[in-house]
């Protein structure tokens, strides 16, 4: 998600976001998926299982986009809360395809998310970067989202926003204070930054149990990361790597789940969004629910 030009205000549309962006190498891309999408089976979005989607970002030009898509996802799936998501799966308890949203980094369009979803009962985990939040000053924040989320300058969420989302029914959880990147970092740098996040989010917020670990990849996080989050009081702890979990052979412990998610955005072609999201729940399986063998 990085941007070559200098901007020297707020991005406020995807449009702005994606021009300049276009070159053979995506346009052969956008051609390959649209031809994948024709030929997925819709059949797959009727299995059972929990789909985990989460978002960074909904400029104004993407609200249509999100609204459709809530509309589509409505036909085979029943929308349901992130921690009802994650209990479903621990449990062994997936008895029809459910839905579920989150969204990282604490962007203050967040708030059209969480407007969105409201309209259809639907519920999110916003991940927060409190360190960010309630920052204005556009030079501290151009020079956190080129170093930190490789993107232009985007406002952020205030603790009032933060607020807002909670009274609508949404939850709160942690990204780290300043978005950092686990696997790059001493286990004393982790455990502080967790500790403080932690001590933060239930501070400002009442209360906080789910952790999604910035950049997301495998190679972003490590054992020793993963162990500190649920020594921190942490609940539950999300990646960036797609899939879906269906049942598991017997329940599990809540610190064994291994949460992956599939990243949207909206200003994607919906026949593409739908392609990931048909060929993840193809493809699951219980080996979904566990970090991979390897993983250190």
């Not at 702005?16 to 998926?33: F, H, I, M, Q, W």
């Not at 978002?55 to 249509?64: I, M, Q, R, V």
């Not at 062994?92 to 967040?110: C, E, L, Q």
């Amino acid at each position: 998600m990085s941007s070559g030009k200098s901007m020297e205000h707020f991005i406020t549309s995807y449009a702005e976001l994606k021009s300049g962006k276009k070159s053979p190498r995506k346009y052969l891309r956008d051609v390959a998926l649209t031809g994948l999408s024709w030929a997925a089976d819709k059949k797959y979005l009727r299995k059972p299982r929990v789909q985990f989607i989460y978002l960074h970002h909904l400029f104004k030009d993407e609200e249509a986009g999100l609204d459709a898509l809530m509309k589509r996802l409505s036909e085979e799936h029943e929308f349901i809360s992130y921690a009802d998501a994650i209990n479903k799966v621990i449990s062994g308890t997936i008895d029809k395809p459910y839905i579920t949203f989150s969204a990282d980094d604490g962007f203050r369009n967040n708030l059209a998310v969480a407007e969105i979803l409201n309209r259809y009962n639907a519920k999110a985990c916003f991940f927060i970067n409190p360190g960010m939040i309630g920052v204005t000053d556009l030079s501290r924040i151009k020079q956190y989202c080129k170093d930190q989320l490789h993107f232009p300058p985007v406002e952020f969420l205030n603790w009032d926003e933060v607020a807002q989302l909670q009274q609508w029914g949404h939850e709160i959880g942690s990204h780290t204070m300043m978005h950092m990147n686990i696997a790059a970092a001493t286990l004393t740098q982790i455990t502080d930054d967790l500790g403080e996040t932690y001590k933060i989010l239930n501070d400002r917020c009442g209360g906080v149990h789910h952790f999604a670990y910035p950049y997301g990849r495998f190679f972003h996080f490590s054992v020793v990361g993963r162990e500190a989050v649920f020594n921190a009081g942490f609940t539950s702890c999300a990646t960036a790597e797609r899939g879906c979990h269906i049942n598991p052979v017997a329940p599990m412990r809540s610190e064994e789940l291994c949460i992956r998610r599939d990243n949207t955005v909206l200003g994607w072609d919906m026949a593409h969004i739908m392609y990931f999201l048909i060929t993840n729940a193809k493809n699951a399986t219980i080996n979904n629910n566990f970090y991979p063998l390897g993983f250190k």
